[in-house]
């Protein structure tokens, strides 16, 4: 005891308690002043944090210290630790402190996002401080930004120093900082600023070498950042893709974040992707290969597809977007080309709800030929139900079988058109028993299908239709219309001449 407090020490003190965590053998010592430990220093050469934390329960410290350990419940080990404070703990006092420490962590707390796992040394007061980090398996817990809050890294190095001004004022640099896990790999410089009102001001620049578009969702920020309807629908969609090169910027006050007034501040994600794979819309067959670009800008997002493919169909100049990734009702819109074989565009139509809307008309159709197909989808994110769909397949040069029983319609060509709900044959043209064809009708959720065909027919072509005595005597062309219609699972067949 001390004419202003006390002082004690130990040498090679280890503890066993009842419960809690054993301290294995340390040395340290302290000085303390005051009744509530006003003024005091620590000087150590190993400390064991999980046990003295649990320890803090039985000495005689305030009870606001006691507390704040208890929540952050601190684990890992200090050495060469030198810690001096003068004031009332844990604030408002002035202190100052260095130490290497490792395999540190602490829970979040407050603004402060909680760790696991780190190494390196730290150097502080009261007034500024420098952390400096070479960790490896360390984790960060961000509660407040992700909904899978604990991100595992297999390495996280860099620098990270902080400075108080006036006030409740906090500046945070980042010189440099680099980070790697099985998901990513990049380094990230920037600084942010807290002036003791709002969320506070950022200057941040990221660069990603490497990303997997398979954990997308776990990186995505929570639906108070980005949106439910939107962190919903990208959480879903995207189900994989590789990148080589993600650039992110972020700079403003965030009172004002996405920046969709330029001037007040930015916000960017850029990426090239390849071999995406992209969920639109559920029933709707997926585009697969994606190679292309990914852009965040203020409040709006873009894919920017070189190519793709739909059911092994060639994609070219695919478009997704969101105009408003913040609006109280998200648009998504997709837009795009496709070349490939009718026979592909046919097994679209099968695998998508088209197939269901025209009572499955197409099951017994086949195709020989090419066609281009033009795609646009407008997707209301809060309710997928209204889902809007044009299409517009072209084709020449086709051999369509509509029936196995009929011979197929050769050089076929015309036009598909099809919404969410209707289906509609334009200028088809070809030849079918022998002379011209021309088809055309579609669909409608009241009626149901109803395709007219009207064309010139040679007897002779007809001919195994006609399995009669009587066919050898006819000769020449007939005239012909016919109506196919289904409606309610149900198919009726007209044939007039």
Do not use: C
Not at 108 to 121: N, Q
Not at 262 to 278: C, D, E, N, P, T
Not at 366 to 383: I, K, T
């Amino acid at each position: 005891q001390t004419a202003q407090g006390y002082e004690f020490g130990v040498r090679n003190l280890a503890l066993a308690a009842a419960r809690g965590p054993a301290m294995r053998s340390t040395s340290f010592r302290a000085a303390i002043e005051g009744v509530a430990l006003q003024r005091g220093s620590v000087q150590a050469d190993h400390i064991e944090l999980a046990p003295i934390a649990h320890l803090a329960e039985f000495v005689p410290v305030p009870a606001a210290l006691r507390q704040v350990l208890a929540e952050l419940s601190p684990q890992g080990n200090l050495f060469d630790v030198k810690f001096e404070w003068t004031g009332e703990l844990p604030e408002p006092a002035a202190f100052k402190a260095r130490a290497r420490f490792g395999g540190l962590a602490m829970n979040a707390w407050r603004a402060v996002p909680g760790f696991a796992g780190l190494s390196g040394s730290i150097e502080a007061s009261e007034v500024k401080g420098s952390l400096h980090l070479a960790s490896t398996q360390a984790e960060l817990d961000l509660p407040k930004v992700f909904p899978e809050p604990r991100m595992a890294l297999d390495a996280l190095n860099g620098e990270v120093q902080w400075e108080r001004r006036e006030g409740a004022a906090l500046l945070v640099r980042i010189p440099s900082l680099s980070y790697a896990n099985a998901d990513l790999a990049g380094t990230a410089f920037g600084s942010y600023q807290y002036t003791g009102a709002g969320p506070g001001v950022i200057d941040l620049s990221a660069q990603l070498s490497r990303a997997d578009g398979r954990r997308t969702a776990k990186y995505l920020p929570l639906s108070t950042i980005l949106g439910p309807a939107t962190r919903d629908w990208l959480a879903d969609a995207v189900l994989a893709g590789q990148s080589s090169d993600v650039r992110f910027r972020l700079k403003g006050d965030l009172r004002d974040f996405p920046f969709a007034d330029a001037s007040k501040g930015q916000f960017q994600v850029a990426a090239r992707i390849r071999g995406g794979v992209l969920d639109y819309a559920s029933g709707w067959p997926r585009i697969e290969g994606i190679d292309g670009e990914l852009l965040f800008e203020r409040d709006k997002m873009e894919i920017a597809g070189r190519s793709a493919k739909i059911l092994g169909a060639a994609l070219s100049n695919v478009r997704v977007g969101i105009p408003n990734l913040l609006a109280d009702q998200p648009l998504l819109t997709i837009n795009g080309h496709a070349e490939g074989p009718t026979a592909e565009f046919l097994a679209y139509i099968q695998r998508s709800p088209v197939r269901r809307m025209i009572d499955g008309f197409t099951d017994g159709i086949s195709a020989e030929g090419r066609g281009r197909l033009q795609l646009r989808l407008e997707l209301p994110l809060e309710d997928l139900a209204k889902t809007r769909i044009a299409g517009e397949y072209r084709f020449s040069g086709n051999n369509v079988a509509v029936d196995p029983r009929l011979p197929p319609v050769e050089r076929a060509s015309g036009r598909v058109n099809f919404t969410e709900s209707t289906l509609a044959l334009n200028e088809v043209r070809g030849l079918l028993f022998g002379g011209p064809v021309a088809v055309s009708g579609g669909s409608s959720p009241l009626q149901g299908v109803a395709i007219m065909a009207r064309g010139e027919a040679t007897l002779h072509a007809i001919g195994t239709l006609i399995d009669l005595p009587w066919r050898a005597r006819l000769s020449g062309s007939v005239p012909y219309s016919a109506t196919v219609a289904v409606s309610g699972g149900r198919t009726q067949i007209t044939f007039e001449s």
